[in-house]
């Protein structure tokens, strides 16, 4: 059987000052590794290794912004503090040692629930004391609040560009805070933060957007995750047709974000059948369509299922669904593909992809999630 042609992922890619010599993200992933909020040296050598792998771009795990009870794990590293911010400078200059590019993804958890059992010294903070419609849980954020976090992002983003990490990711999707003011059923606000409306509930989105890019300047390339799913439902859509994926996505794109990453559970799946088929675009592929934005696409590239039935249960396949995302990057319906679960075990997916050794390819191991490969 031929070996598929893959050089539509191994084409160049420049965004602002960010060039990048293929079109394959490592995608953030929490990792739960950084005792006392700090990255030490086994972070680094990970991240190198993915660098060494070729990699086109690597966004780091979510590491959370200078705020109270921004983490739900006492392994979630910080963007914030000198020891922290130490730690991250020796993997941004170990990342580029190995002729890497990288980002971090800051993060808010909002009033998701802790790892572990874990619990925060501040109460948990969210648009409406909310996790998820009706589970009231922590205190709803004041106007104060809002300023504040707003501020940490900024801050948390200038300290990337300061730093020298080529580009930043915010966190918008998966349930967290941003997504919380987001979603309808944990924006309950009545003030300007609230509304019926998805474009009325983007406006803490936009705020920190807004100040990111007023904090790191015109050239630096900001990229925001979004979700239609939530891990508190995996069935909710923030978006039911390509008229209110626009009056969700556009506002953050004429505030400054310069590439979406739309996640959704597998990337193949039609956001819209209704209106292009089972082999519609995906989500990405809309909000491209939408939006005008780069964007990138992620959901199981290398897993036998989808990300969160393989995440802990058996081994995917380490070629599942390949043919199906050459098919979609030669059509451009997405500029980019973010690989997640098959980068926790093997850190050359990318260089054996690129050379044709797929038979080399080593498939998801739920063991990986215990060790930095």
Known sequence: MPSPDTSSLFRPLAIRSLELKNRVVMAPMTRLFAPEGVPGPASADY???????????ILSEGTVVNRPASRNDSGIPFFHGNEALRGWKNVIDAVHGAGGRMGPQLWHTGATRYINGWEPDAPVESPSGLDAPGDARGVA?????????????????????????????????????????????????????????????????????SAVREAVGPEFPIIMRVSQ?????????????????????????????????????????????????????????????????????????????????????GKGSPTASLDRLIDRMERDEFDLIAVGRAFLSDPNWVAKVEDGDFSELKGFDPASLSELV
């Open 229 to 313: 799913w939530k891990q508190q439902d995996f069935s909710v859509r923030l978006a039911e047709t390509p008229a209110e994926m626009e009056a969700w996505l556009l506002p953050l794109v004429e505030a400054g974000v310069d590439v979406l990453h739309v996640s959704q559970r597998r990337f193949w799946e039609p956001e819209f059948p209704e209106i292009d088929g089972e082999n519609g675009l995906n989500g990405a592929g809309w909000a491209k369509k939408v939006t005008g934005a780069v964007t990138i696409g992620v959901g199981s590239v290398g897993l036998g299922n989808d990300v969160t039935a393989s995440a802990f249960v």
């Open 47 to 57: 991240y190198r290794r993915r660098a060494e792998g070729r990699a086109g771009l």
């Open 141 to 209: 954020m004041t106007e104060e609040d809002i300023s504040d976090t707003v501020a940490a992002f900024a801050k948390a983003a200038a300290d990337a560009k300061r730093l020298g990490f080529d580009t930043v990711e915010i966190h918008g999707a998966h349930g967290y805070l941003i997504d919380q003011f987001f979603w309808a059923g944990t924006n309950l606000r009545t003030d300007r933060y609230g509304g019926p409306t998805i474009k009325q509930r983007s406006r803490f989105a936009g705020e920190i957007v």
